[in-house]
């Protein structure tokens, strides 16, 4: 499925394929809620970095998340890359160097319309933030951090994928 986003003020726009378009993991972790969180989570879709076309570039600021302190006090940063307007400030995609031929648009930052999942997984929920109060679906699956399942995998096991 082609999907095109952009940040809030327009500066950035960008499009990908993506062969798992659908919005079901909610992240509650901090480093999510704090940088692209609405309703205390963040929902990232998966998609193939080699397809990702951007206009506006030049406005892209680049987050490594800050995982906690080295011995000696430096910080010690994630290898993930949170892609986000420098302008605005809308955060738009995860891209990390381990998985190069991924890219994870936030759902939050998509302007096509995105498919209804049959079900949602809740991650991190240890993580999350005690006003915060998850919508548990009864078909939906819980987990204190994350689970084995990848997007990869969750939509293959429902026969979601977008092979076109």
């Not at 892609?83 to 031929?101: I, K, M, V, Y």
Request: glycine share 10%.
């Amino acid at each position: 499925m082609l999907l095109a986003g952009s940040c809030h003020c327009q500066a950035v726009r960008f499009e990908l394929h993506s062969s798992h378009p659908y919005p079901f993991n909610l992240c509650y972790c901090s480093i999510c809620r704090k940088t692209a969180g609405g309703g205390g989570f963040a929902i990232n879709l998966g998609g193939d970095h080699a397809s990702l076309k951007v206009k506006g570039r030049e406005h892209l600021r680049v987050y490594r998340a800050k995982l906690g302190r080295h011995a000696d006090g430096t910080p010690i940063e994630s290898e993930g890359e949170r892609h986000f307007c420098g302008l605005c400030g809308s955060a738009l995609w995860l891209w990390d160097p381990r998985w190069p031929e991924l890219v994870h648009p936030h759902a939050s930052a998509i302007d096509t319309d995105l498919p209804v999942p049959p079900e949602r997984t809740h991650l991190m929920l240890g993580s999350k933030a005690s006003w915060v109060e998850p919508a548990i679906g009864p078909r939906d699956q819980q987990f204190d951090d994350y689970p084995d399942e990848s997007i990869a995998a969750w939509h293959d096991r429902l026969g979601l994928t977008d092979r076109s």
